[in-house]
């Protein structure tokens, strides 16, 4: 069997969750009935980077937050898949609008919705704080929590192996 770390050779895709993965998970209620999220800067700076650098990073989320599709965006995010009710159809139109290979594709969840993807992807992983039947089906769990670094953690360790990561055209990005 191929470790997960022989495997981030071969990834050209990210695709991550958003709640418990791009952030921590907690919703802020406000007054006016508004949910406001927050996200890590660090996993900004590493998306900005992969992007750069030729791996694409998607989102499939269940949410419909237009917050987090302008921020992703600002990130030069262009797959955005929000309010996807069943993640595997947006995976698969994601597949086909590419023509990418599933071995090729690295997916980040933490819940239950997230089980299906992983289990068609090149290689599955999950925050540390995923729960316990995503981290029983993540080939790799990040040590850090979701909106706390996992995706940087991923994303990092992705670069650095094909010798992408920080070489001297990886200068800072301002919009992180």
Excluded: H
């Excluded at 690295?106 to 997230?114: F, I, S």
């Excluded at 999950?126 to 850090?144: L, Q």
């Amino acid at each position: 069997m191929i470790s997960y770390k022989e495997k981030l050779n071969n990834i050209k895709t990210v695709i991550l969750d958003v709640d418990g993965v791009l952030t921590d998970g907690n919703l802020i209620l406000l007054p006016t009935g508004e949910m406001v999220r927050s996200m890590n800067t660090r996993d900004g700076y590493a998306m900005q980077l992969a992007i750069k650098k030729g791996i694409k990073i998607a989102v499939i989320s269940g949410g419909k937050d237009q917050a987090v599709v302008a921020r992703l965006k600002n990130l030069g995010i262009v797959d955005i898949y929000m309010g996807a009710n069943d993640k595997v159809d947006a995976f698969q139109d994601l597949l086909f609008s590419y023509g990418l290979d599933p071995d090729e594709i690295a997916y980040m969840g933490d819940d239950y919705p997230d089980l299906a993807v992983m289990s068609l992807v090149g290689l599955s992983t999950c925050p540390n704080d995923a729960c316990m039947d995503v981290r029983k089906a993540a080939e790799y769990i990040s040590p850090e929590n979701g909106g706390k670094g996992c995706v940087r953690d991923l994303l990092e360790q992705i670069l650095k192996v094909q010798r992408l990561w920080y070489t001297e055209d990886a200068k800072y990005i301002p919009s992180v």
